[in-house]
């Protein structure tokens, strides 16, 4: 068990690099499904929104995945998604629907717990949070 322990890190940045890298690319593909949750006050259209968010979200995606970049994709994911949590919030706040869904008052809490469970991952992987048992 311990043998396998040791590529905890390996699996947790390949599968959250995975999915940035998915997300970011959708970004791309189908910007329309994320244009409704950008906040109004920013400048310029939505869609410049999307696709500019989607940069990041695919080099942090790849940045994850790849060990020696993974402790400053890491921090950069973290702040990703801090700053990106805004347009949660406006979905959230505005009661905005994706698809026809609008998400009930736990969705969006569990939502939000996804977020933070993602963020406290990128912050391990950045090494910001001590590995167990390490001093």
Not at 2 to 27: E, P, Q, T
Not at 70 to 88: C, D, H, S
């Amino acid at each position: 068990m311990k043998h396998l322990w040791r590529y905890h890190k390996d699996a947790l940045a390949i599968g959250l690099g995975l999915f940035f890298i998915n997300v970011g690319i959708l970004h791309f593909t189908d910007a329309e499904w994320f244009t409704p949750i950008v906040p109004d006050i920013l400048p310029f259209s939505a869609e410049f929104w999307v696709i500019i968010s989607g940069i990041p979200e695919v080099l942090c995606g790849v940045g994850l995945i790849i060990p020696r970049t993974r402790i400053i994709a890491g921090k950069a994911t973290v702040a990703l998604l801090i700053v990106l949590y805004w347009a949660n919030l406006n979905m959230w706040f505005n009661n905005i629907s994706l698809d026809g869904i609008t998400l009930s008052f736990w969705g969006h809490i569990l939502r939000g717990l996804a977020q933070l469970g993602m963020i406290a991952i990128a912050a391990y992987l950045a090494e910001w949070i001590p590995e167990y048992g390490s001093k």
